[in-house]
């Protein structure tokens, strides 16, 4: 299970951490450091869009094209977490962010594209213009 948190409610302009940790249950986090892992949003009426992910390693990133520059991922391999730096916030950027994971051998190129074995349950940003 991926448990995210540090969503809630912002300013245009504001800056906003997120944060996701595997439980243990049916995602082991002895194993979540091998996974790709990333963030997904859903705004109100909309499908579900891709907004970050990092490889196992850490090295490698990607974003959307709409949060490039302005969010950071990364991940503490030790602690097994993900976390997602907002920065620059936008009324555009409110919606359920969701972590996400996905076992190899499959990387991040496959969880851009939604392959995803684990999701969080989400957490609420809503940023107010």
């Known amino acids: 299970q991926l448990v995210e948190s540090g969503g809630g409610l912002v300013q245009a302009g504001d800056s906003l951490t997120l944060s996701c940790a595997a439980s243990?249950?049916?995602?082991?986090?002895?194993?979540?450091?091998?996974?790709?892992m990333g963030w997904f949003r859903q705004a109100p009426g909309k499908e579900r869009e891709f907004v970050a992910t990092?490889?196992?390693?850490?090295?490698?990133?990607y974003y959307a094209a709409s949060v490039k520059g302005r969010f950071t991922i990364s991940r503490d391999t030790a602690k097994n977490t993900v976390a997602l730096e907002m920065r620059s916030l936008k009324s555009e950027d409110t919606g359920v962010y969701y972590c996400?994971?996905?076992?190899?051998?499959?990387?991040?190129?496959?969880?851009?594209?939604?392959?995803?074995?684990?999701w969080g349950q989400g957490t609420q940003v809503t940023v107010s213009s």
């Open positions: 996400a994971a996905t076992a190899p051998p499959r990387t991040t190129q496959e969880l851009m594209k939604g392959t995803v074995d684990n």
């Open positions: 243990g249950r049916s995602v082991s986090p002895r194993f979540v450091s091998t996974y790709a």
């Open positions: 990092v490889s196992s390693s850490g090295r490698n990133t």
